[in-house]
Every structure is written in structure tokens, then in C-alpha cells.
């Protein structure tokens, strides 16, 4: 079995792999491009809901640190650009 490592953050901007994909999008809709990317069409499945975004990646063999990273890419974009 496939160890999970799940990144936790005290920023509240931060998408981390314990957060549900349903929360994730609900908080950032920008993010489906992204889900969109990597093959998870999650987005309406009702697993979603309740399963973190790490259980989610590592049943579709995603890797998490990735999909992290560009999640997070963006948010960083997104914010940058309101600051503006």
C-alpha cells in the first residue's frame, strides 16, 4: 500500500492534500482547469464531498506534490493579481 503524505499549512490560502476536492473548488472555482489537467473529473463524483484531495490523487496515481504545487501556483496567481 501506497503511503500518503499529507501537507498541512497554517495559511489559509494554501490548498493542502488533507482539504476535500468539493471544498477546494467551492473556495477557488479557478481550480477545475487544473483538476481538468490531470484527468480528475472528480468535480461531480460524491466521493468529493468527503474524500481529501490526497486520497483522491493516490486512487488515480497522481502525484500529490504535483498537483499541490500547481494548485497552489495558481492561488498564488489569483491573489497576486487582486493585490494589484
Known amino acids: 500500500m501506497q503511503k500518503v503524505k499529507i501537507i498541512m499549512s497554517d495559511n489559509n490560502n494554501t490548498i493542502t492534500g488533507d482539504m476535500n476536492i468539493q471544498e ?44 499541490l504545487k500547481d494548485l497552489n501556483d495558481l492561488i498564488e496567481k489569483i491573489d497576486a493579481e487582486k493585490e494589484q
Open 24 to 67: 477546494i473548488v467551492s473556495k477557488y472555482p479557478q481550480t477545475l482547469g487544473v483538476f481538468f489537467e490531470y484527468g480528475l473529473g472528480c468535480i461531480g463524483c460524491h466521493a468529493s464531498s468527503y474524500e481529501s484531495l490526497a486520497e483522491g490523487v493516490m486512487m488515480h496515481g497522481i502525484d500529490l506534490d504535483a498537483i
